[in-house]
C-alpha cells in the first residue's frame, strides 16, 4: 500500500450543496433571516477534493446529470486535478444530485433533504468494466449513497483494501452486509449502532468499546467511532484507544466526516498506523469545521500534520 503511483479511488456521490445559516436560533415553520449559500459537494467529492488537497492521486466515480449542474462540478475537479473519467454521464435528461441543507446558528446541521436518484445509475453492471483499474488502486473508498446491492457485490469482487463511509443514519445500514470485506469504516456512535447492533451512548466508554468489538467480529479489520466533542475510539486486532477532539471554532460542520476519512486514508496509504492516522483525521476534520464550506482549501499534508502535532514526512 506504499505505492504512490497508484490512485486511491473514490467512489460516491457529487452533488450541489443548498445550505442555510440562520443569524439566531433558528424558529420552526417560520422564516429565519441567516444566510443562503451554494457550493460543490457531495461525500464521496468531498473526499475526493480532501485528498487532493493532501497531495493524494484521485480517482472519482460517480454520477453526472447533462446540465449546468454537472457541468459545474465536471469543471471543478477538472480544477483539482482528479480523473473521473469512469464516472457515469447521464443522457437521459437526469438531474445532477442535490444537497439541501440548514443549521443551526453555531453551524450544527438541523435538517436536510437529499435528491439523490441519479446515484441509482451505479450498478454492479456499470462497475464490471471498470474492476480492473479499481483493483490497481492503493485504497478504495466509497460512501454510502451507492445502491446497497451495489455495495455489497462490488465490496466482495474488489481486491484493492476497501473503506467504506456510512454517509448518515439512514444510509449506515446499506454498508451492513458489505462488513466482512472492508478494511475500514468510520461510523459516528449512532451509525455503529445501527452496524453493531449494540446500544451505544457516546459519553459511556464501555458501550464504544463494545460496539467496536462486535463490528471487529464481522471480519471488519478497522473501525473508527467518532464521538463529536468528545472524540474518536480506534480498534484493530493490533491497537485500540480514545482520541480527543481538537480545540476548534465551529463555523460549518458539514464535510467534517468526510475530511476525517480523507486524512485517515491518506496516512495509512503511506504506512502510517491507525492510531496516527486517526489522529491526522480528528486534525483534518477541526481545520474543515472552521470554515462556511465543505471543504478547507487551505488545508495541505503539512497544515493537518503540525495540526495534529505529528511529524510525518510527506513524501
Not at 503511483?5 to 440562520?22: A, L, Q, R, Y
Not at 455495495?151 to 451492513?176: D, G, M, W
Not at 486486532?237 to 481538537?246: D, I, Q, T, Y
Not at 489522529?279 to 495540526?307: H, K, P, Q, Y
Amino acid at each position: 500500500m506504499e505505492n504512490e503511483e497508484k490512485f486511491i479511488t473514490v467512489i460516491g456521490g457529487s452533488n450541489i450543496d443548498i445550505g442555510g445559516k440562520p443569524f439566531n436560533k433558528p424558529i420552526a415553520r417560520d422564516s429565519n433571516p441567516g444566510t443562503v449559500s451554494t457550493t460543490l459537494g457531495g461525500v464521496g467529492r468531498n473526499m475526493a477534493q480532501d485528498l487532493a488537497l493532501l497531495g493524494r492521486r484521485v480517482r472519482f466515480i460517480t454520477a453526472l446529470g447533462n446540465d449546468a449542474h454537472g457541468q459545474r462540478l465536471s469543471d471543478d475537479l477538472t480544477r483539482l486535478g482528479i480523473d473521473f473519467s469512469e464516472s457515469y454521464r447521464s443522457a437521459r435528461g437526469e438531474s445532477t444530485s442535490t444537497y439541501l441543507y440548514i443549521t443551526d446558528e453555531t453551524g450544527d446541521m438541523e435538517l436536510a433533504i437529499a435528491d439523490m436518484a441519479i446515484f441509482e445509475n451505479l450498478t454492479l453492471d456499470f462497475f464490471i468494466s471498470k474492476l480492473p483499474a479499481i483493483d490497481n488502486s492503493q485504497i478504495v473508498i466509497l460512501d454510502a449513497n451507492l445502491p446497497p446491492d451495489t455495495i455489497r457485490e462490488l465490496c466482495s469482487q474488489i481486491k484493492a483494501p476497501v473503506f467504506a463511509e456510512t454517509v448518515s443514519y439512514n444510509k449506515a445500514v446499506h454498508i451492513k452486509e458489505a462488513l466482512p470485506h472492508l478494511t475500514l469504516t468510520a461510523p459516528n456512535a449512532l451509525e455503529a449502532e445501527i452496524l453493531s447492533g449494540v446500544p451505544v451512548d457516546a459519553t459511556d466508554k464501555r458501550s464504544v468499546e463494545r460496539a467496536a468489538d462486535a463490528l471487529l467480529n464481522t471480519g471488519l479489520k478497522n473501525v473508527v467511532i467518532t464521538m463529536g466533542g468528545a472524540g474518536a475510539y480506534f480498534a484493530n486486532g493490533f491497537e485500540r484507544g480514545f482520541l480527543p477532539s481538537l480545540p476548534t471554532r465551529h463555523i460549518n460542520t458539514t464535510g467534517a466526516g468526510d475530511a476525517l476519512m480523507a486524512g485517515i486514508a491518506a496516512c495509512i496509504s503511506k504506512g502510517i498506523s491507525l492510531k496516527d492516522s486517526v489522529r491526522l483525521g480528528i486534525a483534518a476534520a477541526s481545520m474543515t469545521i472552521e470554515t462556511e464550506w465543505t471543504c478547507n482549501e487551505a488545508m495541505t499534508f503539512d497544515s493537518v500534520c503540525e495540526r495534529a502535532g505529528l511529524d510525518i514526512n510527506d513524501n
